[in-house]
């Protein structure tokens, strides 16, 4: 599953049918593809919303 979010995240354009067969082969539902999918692009969408904005870290959660 996190191979499959880090080449949703880094190289979309790759995502092919079988990155999601291969989910499925490991006992994934659709519903849980569909939920790994729907997670891994909010929380894409909300860091570039944050980023393009200008939005800065909050203090308590540090430069780490």
């Known amino acids: ?3 499959f979010v880090e ?4 190289t ?3 995502m092919a049918k079988e990155d ?3 989910l499925r082969d ?6 849980d593809i569909l939920d ?3 997670v891994a692009a909010y929380y894409a969408y909300v860091n570039r ?3 393009g904005l200008g ?3 909050e203090p308590w959660l540090g430069d780490d």
Request: net charge negative; no cysteine.
């Open 1 to 3: 599953m996190l191979g």
């Open 7 to 10: 080449k949703l995240t880094l």
């Open 12 to 14: 979309p354009g790759e």
């Open 20 to 22: 999601v067969a291969g």
């Open 26 to 31: 490991e006992g994934f539902t659709d519903r």
């Open 36 to 38: 790994i999918v729907e």
């Open 49 to 51: 919303i944050a980023d």
């Open 55 to 57: 939005v800065a870290i």
